[in-house]
């Protein structure tokens, strides 16, 4: 079965600062990835997501995020970060099927 | 992209009554819903899948009695809480697939249940 690993449920970045969110996952089939974003009392937006093209995904936002096979990751970036990044960041893992298992999710706080 | 609300937004229930939250797709139609449970600061639990004209699947561990998961339409889901206890307190998010799986689902805003 599927799972999905974020690393830190809290991450500091400074306004301009890089932004590292850290996914792993673990998949028996080639995977697709997402990363989807949610603000207070609200749903999910997707981000980007991989399902076997390109490694490197862009995304909304200036986001992206690198698939590594032999890491078993999908690590979210973004070069400079914005006060209206503040939110909860969630990494999934489907097996190519509607079934998409969600990480416990890392909430991303932006310093002035 | 293709819209999908929740309604209401907020409930507040007392403990044996049922509560139904509704899921609609706006602007498309959905042969397949999804519905899922956020507890405070953790992940999005799958609850179950729900398909336009059949019984929905529901998860290992989820008490189909207890949430009745009704989709008579292309457009909307209904998810009812019933006898509702306040260990069901929590925020339920719904998402429906947009044609044949591409890997995108597209949330609703969620609903806040909380039972006194």
């Known amino acids: 079965a599927q799972s999905v690993t974020q690393l830190g449920s809290h991450v500091s970045v400074s306004e301009g600062a890089l932004v590292l969110l850290r996914c792993n996952y673990s998949s028996s089939v080639p995977p697709y990835l997402f990363w989807y974003v949610q603000y207070p009392n609200q749903g999910l937006q997707l981000l980007l997501k991989y399902t076997s093209a390109a490694t490197l995904v862009k995304g909304i936002n200036g986001f992206e995020a690198e698939f590594k096979k032999s890491e078993t990751s999908f690590h979210l970036t973004k070069p400079s970060a914005h006060m209206s990044d503040a939110a909860e960041y969630f990494c999934?893992?489907?097996?190519?099927?509607?079934?998409?298992?969600f990480g416990k999710g890392t909430r991303l706080h932006i310093l002035p | 992209g293709a819209v999908v609300s929740q309604h209401p937004s907020w409930v507040i229930c007392k403990s044996g009554t049922s509560v139904k939250i509704e899921c609609r797709s706006l602007d498309f139609q959905a042969t397949t819903m999804f519905w899922y449970r956020q507890f405070p600061k953790q992940s999005l639990m799958l609850m179950a899948t729900s398909n336009e004209g059949s019984k929905a699947t529901y998860e290992q561990g989820v008490e189909k009695d207890k949430f009745l998961i009704n989709h008579a339409s292309l457009t909307l889901s209904t998810l009812t809480v019933t006898s509702a206890h306040p260990e069901d307190s929590s925020f339920y998010i719904c998402s429906a697939r947009v044609g044949p799986f591409t890997g995108e689902l597209f949330f609703g805003e969620g609903s806040r249940l909380t039972v006194l």
């Open positions: 999934a893992v489907s097996e190519r099927d509607d079934k998409i298992i």
